[in-house]
C-alpha cells in the first residue's frame, strides 16, 4: 500500500486511541492478496506489553462465523438437513412455548431468526455445568418472542444450540472447541486461533478494557463461560483473522466446496437495525450496489470489526480491547472502504415525523429496554443495558433526538447511534415490537 495512506491510517488511529482511550489496537487488510498488518499500543493499563501481529484478542461473535461453517461442513456430508427441525438431532430441546418446538429449523439458528431471546445466557449464564449441553436444558427458561421464522433477531442463544448441534454430529466426544481447531483452524494453518486459556497464556493477549465516568480500568472477568464458546469465544491474532478473510474470499480451501462458502454468503432472510440481510451467519449491509458482507465482535471491554468485499476481493479487520474502541473500529473501517474502493454509505434521507402517540413508553428485552418520550414533537430515545457477568450496574445513555427514515423507521447518531424498526404486530404476535440493534423488544404496557 501506499505511502501517504499508511501514514494518514496511523494518524487516524493514533488520534482515535487517544480521544477514546483505547489502549491497543491491531489493524489487517487484505487487498488484492496482498497482506498490510500495522499494530498501535499496548496489551493493559496493569501490565503493558506492546501490541504485536501475533497479539491475542477476542473476536467475539465474529466465532459465529466458525460455528456455521462446522455446521455446513455436516450439511456437505450428508450428516444435517438445514430444512429439518433442530429436534431431529437434539431431541430433549424444548423451548418455552412448546407449541413452538417442532417448528425450530436448524436453518433458523444459522440466520437468527429462532423467535426467542437471544440475549438470555448472556444476562443468565450458565453456573458449574457451562457446556454448551447445558444450553440445551435451559431453552424451557427462555423467552419465547415470535413463531421460528418469523423475523430476524440476534441470537447468542441460538448460535449456542448451533455449535451444540455440531457437537452432537461429530459423533465423537469432541467438544466445539476441539472442532474448530481441528476442522478450521489446523487446515487452514491458523496457529493462534484458540479457545482454552491454557492454551492462549503461553502467547501474548490483550486484557480487554472499560471506560467508566471518564476513566479507564482493565474489564473483569477476561474470559467468558464454556457455554458462550460457539457465539463468541474465539481468540485470535490479526494474521490469523486475515487467514479467515482470506478463505472468505477464496474457493473453500478443502474446508467447504466453492458453492456452500458462497451460499453462506448469499442473502437468505431480511435483517434490519443492524444489517439488511443475513446469509449463514454473515451480515450484508449494500452500500450503493455493492455487497459488504461484514460480522463484529463484543465481548467484555474488547471491539473488533471484520468486513469483506467478495466483488472487489477486498477485506479489513480492526481488532481493539477497549468497549469504546466500537467507535474507533467503525470510523477506522469505513475510512478505509472510501480510500481504498470509493463505497461511501450514504446518510437515509429525513421523512416526516409520524403520529408518535401509539409508539411511545417503554420497550423491553433481556439484555437492554428502550424508552421512546416525545419532546417538542420530535422522537427521543434513551436505552438501558442490563447488568451482566463483569458489569457492576446498568449502563445508560443519555436521551437521544431521532430522526425518521420512514413512518415506521428511525435512526440516531452520536453516542447512541442505531436504527430502530416499529412493528404492529409479527407472526401473529400482536405488539408494538420495536427492533434495536437486531434484537426484538417489546412495549412493557403490552407484555
Not at 440516531?412 to 424498526?421: A, S
Amino acid at each position: 500500500m501506499d505511502q501517504p495512506f499508511l501514514d494518514e491510517l496511523r494518524r487516524r488511529v493514533e488520534a482515535a486511541m487517544r480521544e477514546l482511550q483505547v489502549p491497543g489496537v491491531a489493524v489487517g487488510i487484505l487487498e488484492d492478496s496482498a497482506e498490510t498488518v500495522e499494530t498501535f499500543g499496548v496489551t493493559s493499563i496493569e501490565h503493558p506489553l506492546p501490541v504485536d501481529e501475533h497479539t491475542l484478542f477476542q473476536i467475539g461473535s465474529t466465532t459465529k462465523t466458525f460455528t456455521a461453517t462446522l455446521l455446513m461442513q455436516e450439511v456437505e456430508a450428508g450428516r444435517l438437513d438445514l430444512d429439518a427441525p433442530v429436534g431431529t438431532y437434539l431431541p430433549e430441546l424444548r423451548l418455552a412455548r412448546g407449541e413452538w418446538s417442532d417448528a425450530l429449523l436448524v436453518r433458523h439458528l444459522l440466520t437468527h431468526s429462532g423467535g426467542f431471546d437471544g440475549d438470555y445466557f448472556l444476562v443468565h449464564p450458565r453456573g458449574e455445568d457451562d457446556r454448551l449441553a447445558s444450553v440445551v436444558d435451559a431453552m424451557p427458561d427462555v423467552p419465547a418472542q415470535v413463531p421460528p421464522g418469523a423475523a430476524y433477531a440476534y441470537s447468542n442463544g441460538g448460535f449456542a444450540l448451533a455449535g451444540r448441534l455440531a457437537e452432537v454430529l461429530a459423533g465423537d466426544e469432541r467438544s466445539f472447541e476441539e472442532l474448530v481447531a481441528d476442522r478450521i483452524a489446523a487446515p487452514l494453518g491458523m496457529t493462534r486461533t484458540l479457545h482454552r486459556a491454557h492454551d492462549l497464556l503461553l502467547h501474548r493477549y490483550v486484557a480487554g478494557h472499560l471506560v467508566r465516568d471518564g476513566a479507564i480500568e482493565v474489564a473483569r472477568p477476561w474470559h467468558l463461560v464454556r457455554s458462550a464458546a460457539a457465539h463468541g469465544g474465539v481468540v485470535a491474532d490479526v494474521r490469523d483473522q486475515l487467514r479467515w478473510l482470506r478463505f472468505q474470499l477464496g474457493d473453500g480451501d478443502g474446508l467447504l466446496q466453492t458453492d456452500t462458502l458462497r451460499a453462506m454468503q448469499t442473502r437468505q432472510i431480511e435483517g434490519g437495525s443492524n444489517c439488511s440481510a443475513i446469509g449463514y451467519a454473515w451480515m450484508l449491509e449494500k452500500v450503493g450496489d455493492t455487497e459488504v458482507w461484514r460480522h463484529g465482535g463484543e465481548t467484555n471491554g474488547h471491539m473488533c470489526g471484520f468486513k469483506f468485499v467478495p466483488e472487489r476481493d477486498f477485506g479489513i479487520t480492526v481488532m481493539t480491547n477497549a468497549s469504546s474502541g466500537i467507535r474507533l473500529h467503525e470510523e477506522l473501517i469505513d475510512w478505509v472502504f472510501g480510500e481504498r474502493l470509493g463505497l461511501s454509505a450514504e446518510r437515509a434521507p429525513t421523512c416526516p415525523t409520524p403520529e408518535l402517540a401509539p409508539i411511545l413508553g417503554p420497550y423491553h428485552g433481556m439484555l437492554r429496554d428502550l424508552v421512546l418520550t416525545e419532546r417538542d414533537g420530535a422522537l427521543w430515545v434513551e436505552l438501558q443495558i442490563h447488568q451482566r457477568e463483569g458489569r457492576p450496574k446498568p449502563l445508560v445513555t443519555p436521551p437521544t433526538e431521532a430522526r425518521f427514515t420512514s413512518e415506521r423507521t428511525f435512526v440516531t447518531e452520536g453516542p447512541l447511534v442505531g436504527e430502530g424498526n416499529l412493528f404492529d404486530e409479527i407472526g401473529g404476535e400482536r405488539g408494538p415490537w420495536l427492533r434495536w440493534d437486531g434484537r426484538l423488544l417489546r412495549r412493557g404496557d403490552d407484555a
